[in-house]
């Protein structure tokens, strides 16, 4: 791992972030249309349920993380819960276990904030993201928070100790 990697608080709207989330939409965008697509748009990003982080590396960032504070649902027995959003790594950096230590910040601030179940959607073809997650210790489980169950979306969960 490459001790140089910083993860801290960002705005989502600095424009290297916004550089990096374009090109994540545009990766989602190749993979599936867009109404498969449940992306949080910048200004969602700046809304004060969540929390945005950048990993940075030389000066430049190198992906992004946020979690979202999400209140309790049927899906989740009236459970309150974090959503991990908007997780990427840009190819240059992969390798240098930035995603699990985003997941790891992510599950820290989870945690500092008194919740103790985060969840997670993501897309069937996005191998990598899916075997980040299943490493970081995540479990499928049904869909949540109104996603719909279209085939092309896969539901994790992780207790948070």
């Known amino acids: 791992m490459n001790a140089d990697v910083q993860i801290r608080p960002e705005r989502a ?6 550089a990096l989330l374009a090109a994540l939409d545009h990766y989602l965008g190749a993979l599936y249309e867009p109404e498969a697509n449940h992306i949080l748009s910048v200004s969602e ?5 969540v929390d945005f982080f950048a990993a940075w590396l030389d000066g430049r960032v190198v992906g992004t993380g946020a979690i979202r504070r999400m209140p309790g649902e049927r ?12 997780m990427y790594v840009s190819p240059a950096a992969r390798g240098q276990r930035v995603g699990v230590r985003m ?9 500092s904030q008194g919740l103790s179940l985060a969840l997670l959607e993501t897309g ?17 489980r049904a869909a949540f928070g109104g996603y719909p169950d ?3 979306s896969l539901f994790y969960e992780k207790a948070l100790a």
Do not use: M, S
């Open 13 to 18: 709207d600095h424009p290297q972030v916004v």
């Open 45 to 49: 990003l700046l809304t004060p349920e």
């Open 150 to 152: 279209n085939g092309l």
């Open 75 to 86: 899906e989740t027995e009236g459970r309150a819960y974090g959503e991990i959003k908007r």
């Open 124 to 140: 069937r073809d996005q191998h990598e993201a899916v075997g980040l997650y299943e490493r970081c210790g995540f479990r499928r």
């Open 103 to 111: 997941v790891a910040t992510l599950e820290d601030a989870l945690k």
